[in-house]
T-cell receptor
C-alpha cells in the first residue's frame, strides 16, 4: 500500500460544480502539501498545512491529523482549474516529500 | 511566493552528449534543493537531495555518475545528465527549501523537458 493515497484518480466536473479531492496518508507528517500541475508540466504549490484549514480564493484545504486525511476543495469550478492535483506528505523524519499519484481533474464548460 | 527558475525549459540532444540543467532560487536562499524526475502520466520521483556546499544524497537506483548534481551556492543547483540516452528522456523538476520561511515549505521550478534522440 502506498504511503500517500489520493482519490479519485480521475474526475470530470461541470463548470460551477463543487469539487473535492481526498488524500490519506499512513506516515507521520510535519506538513501536507497540495500541488497543481498543468499540462506542460510546471508545478505550483497551492497549500502547505499542518493543521486545520486554509483558504485561497476558490480553493480550500483541510487536514485532520488524527484521521491522517486531507481534502482539497474547489468551489465554483472553472475550466481553467483543469489540471493534475497532487498531495505530498512531508515526513516528520527525513527531508523529503512522499507524493500521491495525483488526481486528473477536467472541468467542462 | 518565492520563485524558482529552471533553465533550459526544453532541450533536445543527441545520444551520447551531456546536458546541464540549472535550478535557481530567484528571491530567496535555499539550503536544500531537490531534483525530481517525472515520466508521462506518473507522479514525481525524487532523484536526489542537494545541500549547499556538500555532496548530493541520491535515492536508491539513481546513478550518481550519470546524474551529476552540484549545489555550489545558496541560489543555484545544477543537474548534469552525462552521456544521455533516449531512456533519459523525461521531465526534470527541481524544488528548493528556503531557510528564511517555514522550514517545510518547498518551492517548485517549472521543469525541464529533456528529449534525447
Amino acid at each position: 500500500k502506498n504511503e500517500v493515497e489520493q482519490s479519485p484518480q480521475n474526475l470530470t466536473a461541470q463548470e460551477g460544480e463543487f469539487i473535492t479531492i481526498n488524500c490519506s496518508y499512513s506516515v507521520g507528517i510535519s506538513a501536507l502539501h497540495w500541488l497543481q500541475q498543468h499540462p506542460g508540466g510546471g508545478i505550483v504549490s497551492l497549500f502547505m498545512l499542518s493543521s486545520g484549514k486554509k483558504k485561497h480564493g476558490r480553493l480550500i484545504a483541510t487536514i485532520n491529523i488524527q484521521e491522517k486525511h486531507s481534502s482539497l476543495h474547489i468551489t465554483a469550478s472553472h475550466p481553467r482549474d483543469s489540471a493534475v492535483y497532487i498531495c505530498a506528505a512531508d515526513r516528520i523524519y527525513g527531508n523529503k516529500l512522499v507524493f500521491g499519484a495525483g488526481t486528473i481533474l477536467r472541468v467542462k464548460s | 511566493g518565492a520563485v524558482v527558475s529552471q533553465h533550459p525549459s526544453r532541450v533536445i540532444c543527441k545520444s551520447g552528449t551531456s546536458v546541464k540543467i540549472e535550478c535557481r532560487s530567484l528571491d530567496f536562499q535555499a539550503t536544500t534543493m531537490f531534483w525530481y524526475r517525472q515520466f508521462p502520466k506518473q507522479s514525481l520521483m525524487l532523484m536526489a537531495t542537494s545541500n549547499e556546499g556538500s555532496k548530493a544524497t541520491y535515492e536508491q537506483g539513481v546513478e550518481k555518475d550519470k546524474f551529476l548534481i552540484n549545489h555550489a551556492s545558496l541560489t543555484l543547483s545544477t543537474l548534469t545528465v552525462t552521456s544521455a540516452h533516449p531512456e533519459d528522456s523525461s521531465f526534470y523538476i527541481c524544488s528548493a527549501r528556503s531557510i528564511w520561511t517555514q522550514i517545510n515549505e518547498q518551492f517548485f521550478g517549472p521543469g525541464t523537458r529533456l528529449t534525447v534522440l
